[in-house]
């Protein structure tokens, strides 16, 4: 498996695997009235993370099975934060997961950030806590004007 920073030119590529994936893995954890609001706003690529040189792609065989990456906080420099990650269905329990953060914790370290935060959906929890994430509590993750997404902010020290 190769990871690579993403491009503008992943962008197809992550918008399918995300309305592929995100209403597969997320419709056991949510009621379907909180899916037919949020899954359109968060089973879309965002091109500015696409390009901003800290968000990855996981391929294997030139099929980008995983999509993620990370963020610095701009006040508080040694806090980064987990962005939009995700996995193909197909390839769950293959280390594509794992592989991706720690190559984002192991790319943050290097610009001396010391903390990571992820707002987790209730799904992933158990995969944050797998590498290293605890919960700090429950919150209400703001899309759009009147919608929330739940879910739940985790930490981690690097």
């Not at 990855?56 to 993620?68: K, S």
């Not at 390839?91 to 370290?109: D, P, S």
């Not at 994430?133 to 739940?152: K, Q, R």
């Amino acid at each position: 498996m190769l990871i690579r920073p993403s491009t503008q030119n992943d962008l197809a590529s992550v918008d399918a695997l995300l309305m592929r994936t995100y209403p597969k893995l997320l419709k056991a954890d949510y009621a379907a009235s909180i899916l037919a609001k949020a899954l359109p706003i968060i089973s879309r690529a965002q091109p500015k993370l696409l390009s901003c040189g800290t968000y990855y792609v996981v391929e294997e065989d030139g099929v980008i099975l995983g999509a993620g990456g990370w963020t610095q906080d701009e006040d508080q420099h040694d806090l980064g934060h987990i962005r939009h990650v995700v996995t193909d269905d197909r390839a769950l329990r293959r280390g594509v997961g794992r592989r991706l953060m720690q190559h984002c914790f192991q790319m943050a370290r290097t610009v001396e950030v010391l903390k990571m935060e992820c707002w987790a959906t209730h799904t992933a929890v158990p995969f944050y806590k797998a590498v290293g994430f605890t919960e700090v509590g429950p919150i209400d993750v703001a899309l759009v004007e009147g919608i929330s997404f739940p879910s739940v902010r985790m930490l981690r020290d690097l």
